[in-house]
Every structure is written in structure tokens, then in C-alpha cells.
């Protein structure tokens, strides 16, 4: 996709040609190897400190923890989601859904505004990659060029000790990956069990890591930028929001072309300020040339500015040749402007947001929920009273734990007696149990009788909890044991 109004002053049609390809594949379906040169600027210095931080979020999230529970947790076999300390239960799932919604907008308003800044500076894939695997490459094997040379010489001792370190330590940090990922599925202390248990115990589980470990192995040794490229729909459903209003990196092709080598005593005037040096294709991790304009591999990771700005202070001219801006401006010449569309997303994001901040912040700490437990009917007991069997579910959201007292408001002279414990519940817990209710015949009023039960905690009021009572009327019109025929 590309959202170029209209071909490079200069280019023929020809040119477009590069739009029918990969840059990473020759044209008879070859794998063609990008070796990304190592970048370096101001762009660079500061992704590599997003990238720090991410990081530390990624490997830490489920293992660092405030007020006993972690600061991320996706536990889907137990329905249980903590994001930075918010808890979400299954009862919960509206707000889940109401937050990744509000994410997904987020991800949208935000690329069409300024590009796929999610896919060069956020996305685990680039970081995982250009912030530890591609370094640790250009550790072990050298620069770009140096790798080109070593892949192309026949295979030496030097050559062979530096691949098997380097894929070695590839798969460790994958089977690490692996680990953590894992962990927040099912909790750092269960994953921590696990590991302090002998393997033979967990036979299964050690197999499917393993295979996450290769699968994220091969992803980062051999597939690489193709994961962007080929398989990651995120370039293709929100590559379609980006236009030529969207601030992006983008070459200036009106103050860059032509193009042309330096040649001492050529006039300046004759053409732009490219030296058609190839230094911003030499850094791209997905090996395309910005200057052809918007492309969706394109992941906007901002390396070929720095190394286009790099070149432009070597040769005494302006910065900026290559930099955040949007085709329209290019064009006119004019200030970038954010479009209606874009304004239509932020109201969306806006009220989306207020939204889920909303229902959070009044979500209470406390929820109680109590049904009559279904197939069964009234049983009368030996002291003449009526009884139902009710399942009881407390939800705490809070890092403290509490004790509850049950009372029945309605009708008088109700009784409860716990067939479980449903009194105390502890710090972000879960009580599932039950309680037998019974009344007095003569507070049975038709087969249904309205119930308010009292939760109260220390004496003060949590909640009222609304329910009913069903019974079979007998012959008098009062509750009792069902006729026998």
C-alpha cells in the first residue's frame, strides 16, 4: 500500500517497478538476506531508551508485584487479568473488552495521525530483534559488511565458532522468552514451581516450550523482518489508515531531487540535496529504499533519517531530508495539519476512554452475588421452617481481606446457616460456596417470595443483595412439603 500522490520529480515509470516486489525476496522467490547496517543518531539513541524501558516492562511484568499480585497478568485459564495492578475477573469481561477496544482506537488514531510508530518503536518483534538480537550480531559477527564477507568466503574455524555462539545464544534468549511469556499466562510463582520441580514431572509442558523456544528462535535467526512483512497483519489492516495527511518518515523529494553524485566544479544548482549515497538503504531492517516513497514494509523505525541526517552533516547541508513529515506537506510546502478523520478518531479514543476510566474508577471493591441454587425446590425442616439452597460468589478487589456478616432483611424471621465458608475472603480473592436460607411458612407469600439479604463487613454496609425464595404452596395456601399424590 502507498498513499504517494504522485512519482519522484525525475523517476519514470519504470521506477514504479519496486512496488511489485519485496525488497528482502528476489523475483524468482529466493530469500535475498538483509545485513542492516548498525544505525546511529538522535532517533536511534532515544528508541534504544523506549526500548530499555519496554524491555524492563516485558521481562519484569509478571514477576514484580504490588500489594502481592503482579503488575501483568493475561492468566486465561483461570479468567483472571491483571493490567499495571487492576485486577479483571470474568464478571469483569465488559471492561476488559471496553479497554482492549480503547486500545485497538488508540493503535488507529495514533497511525493515522503519525504512522506506524507502534510498529517501529512499541512492537515486541522490532524491540526483540533490533534492540538485542541484531546487537548481539553485530557483537559476534561484526558489521554488515563483515557479515557479508564471512557468509561469502568459505566456511573457517573463525567463521564456525562465531555462528554456533551466536545461534547458542540466540535460543537461550528465546527459550527465556518463552519462560516469561509463559509466566504471564500462568503466574511467575506457578512457572517458578514448575521449574524448581524435576522435569520429569512437567514432561509435556517442557516439550511445548521447547517448541515456543524454536518457533521464537527461528523468528528472530531466520525469518526476521519477513515476520513483518509476510506474516504480521497489523502493516496491511492498519497500513490502510495511513494517506498522504499522515506524519510519517518521509523523504523530501522536492528538496532532494534530482539526485546526484558530488562532482567537484558541477554547479549545485543542478541538482538536489541526495547524493544518492545509498546510507538509508544500508541501515533498513526491512532493506527498502524510503526515497521510492510510503511503502508498507516500511516500519518507520526512523534509521535511514539518522543516517541521512549523519550524511547531510558531513557534507554542510540541512538536516532533515529524510524526517517526520507528511507527503501533502512535502508537496505544498505547507505545515503539517491533522485531518478530520484523524479529529473523528480522537473523539471516538476520547469518549472510549472516559468511558473505561469511568466504570473503573466506580467499579466497587466489593461485589456479592447470590442466586437460588437452580434444580431444586423448598424443603421443610423439622422446626416447620422452609428452606432454599442458594450458591453465594464473592469477588474482593482489594488488597485486603475481609470478613463478612450475612443478615436477612426480608421477610423477618430469616435465617441463614452456611453450608461452606462464605465470611471471609481474602486479598484479590475469589469465594465460590454455599448457604441455606429459611423462613417462616407464614412470610411465604405464592410461589415466589422476594429475599434482601445484608452484607455488611466490620458493620459497615457493602452491599444488598436482591433474591428470591421459591416454594410450593400447600392445600392452606401456606409454603410447605410438597402433596403427595
Known amino acids: 500500500m502507498t498513499t504517494q500522490t504522485q512519482a519522484p520529480h525525475g523517476f519514470d515509470e519504470d521506477h514504479e517497478s519496486f512496488r511489485n516486489e519485496l525488497a528482502s525476496v528476489h523475483t524468482d ?36 508485584k504490588v500489594h502481592g499480585q503482579p503488575i501483568l497478568l493475561l492468566n486465561i485459564l ?7 495492578g487492576i ?51 553485530w557483537l559476534i559477527d561484526g558489521s554488515a559488511q563483515q557479515q557479508v564477507r564471512r557468509d561469502k568466503a568459505p566456511l573457517t574455524f573463525d567463521t564456525l565458532w562465531r555462528k554456533v555462539l551466536k545461534h ?19 503466574s511467575a510463582d506457578t512457572l517458578w514451581t514448575i521449574i524448581t520441580d524435576p522435569p520429569r514431572e512437567h514432561v509435556a509442558g517442557l516439550f511445548a516450550i521447547t517448541v515456543f523456544s524454536f518457533v521464537f528462535y527461528a523468528v528472530f535467526a531466520r525469518f526476521r ?7 504480521c497483519p497489523y502493516g496491511r489492516v492498519m497500513g490502510a489508515l495511513v494517506d498522504q495527511n499522515t506524519i510519517t518518515i518521509t523523504y523530501d523529494r522536492t528538496r532532494g531531487e534530482p539526485r546526484g553524485k558530488i562532482v567537484r566544479g ?23 529504499d524510503i526515497r521510492n516513497g510510503i511503502q508498507l514494509e516500511c516500519v518507520a523505525c526512523t534509521a535511514c533519517a539518522d543516517a541521512c541526517d549523519d550524511v547531510m552533516n558531513r557534507v554542510s547541508r540541512p538536516t532533515g ?44 471493591d466489593m461485589d456479592v452475588l447470590i442466586l437460588r441454587q437452580p434444580g431444586t425446590l423448598q424443603t421443610t425442616l423439622d422446626d416447620g421452617t422452609v428452606s432454599n439452597f442458594y450458591n453465594v460468589q464473592v469477588i474482593n478487589r482489594t488488597n485486603t481481606p475481609f470478613t463478612l456478616a450475612y443478615r436477612v432483611l426480608e421477610p423477618t424471621g430469616g435465617r441463614i446457616t452456611p453450608l461452606g ?35 455488611s463487613q466490620a458493620g459497615q454496609l457493602v452491599e444488598i443483595v436482591e433474591t428470591s425464595f421459591l416454594a410450593i404452596p400447600n392445600q392452606e395456601g401456606s409454603a410447605g412439603a410438597p402433596r403427595r399424590p
Open 321 to 364: 531530508l529524510i524526517r517526520y513529515t507528511s507527503e501533502e506537506a512535502v508537496r505544498t510546502g505547507q505545515p503539517n495539519t491533522l485531518s478530520w478523520r484523524v479529529k473523528a478518531y480522537a473523539v471516538v479514543w476520547l469518549v472510549l476512554f472516559s468511558a473505561a476510566a469511568t466504570l473503573i474508577a466506580r467499579r466497587p
Open 266 to 288: 558541477a554547479p549545485e544548482s543542478s541538482r538536489g540535496d541526495c547524493i544518492d549515497c545509498g546510507q538509508c538503504v544500508t541501515v533498513c531492517p526491512t532493506g527498502i
Open 87 to 137: 485486577v479483571f475477573w470474568p464478571q469483569d469481561f465488559y471492561l476488559l473488552v471496553l479497554c482492549v477496544l480503547t486500545g485497538f482506537v488508540s493503535i488507529a488514531l495514533v497511525t493515522s495521525a503519525v504512522g506506524r510508530i507502534w510498529c517501529g518503536w512499541l512492537c515486541p518483534q522490532t524491540i526483540f530483534l533490533e534492540m538485542l538480537f541484531r546487537k548481539i550480531e
Open 78 to 84: 483461570e479468567r483472571k487479568f491483571i493490567i499495571f
Open 168 to 186: 547458542a545464544i540466540f535460543f537461550a534468549l528465546s527459550f527465556l522468552i518463552a519462560n516469561v511469556f509463559l509466566a504471564y499466562i500462568i
Open 421 to 455: 465458608p462464605i465470611g471471609d475472603v481474602t486479598p484479590y480473592g475469589i469465594v465460590q460456596s454455599r448457604f441455606l436460607l429459611q423462613l417462616p411458612p407464614s412470610t411465604v407469600a405464592g410461589t415466589s417470595t422476594p429475599v434482601r439479604i445484608e452484607v
Open 225 to 231: 523482518e519477513q515476520a513483518c512483512t509476510l506474516a
Open 29 to 64: 522467490g529466493r530469500r535475498k538476506w538483509v545485513y542492516a547496517r548498525q544505525p546511529s543518531g538522535r532517533f536511534y539513541s532515544a528508541r534504544t531508551l523506549v526500548s530499555y524501558v519496554l524491555l524492563a516492562l516485558l521481562f519484569f511484568g509478571p514477576f514484580v
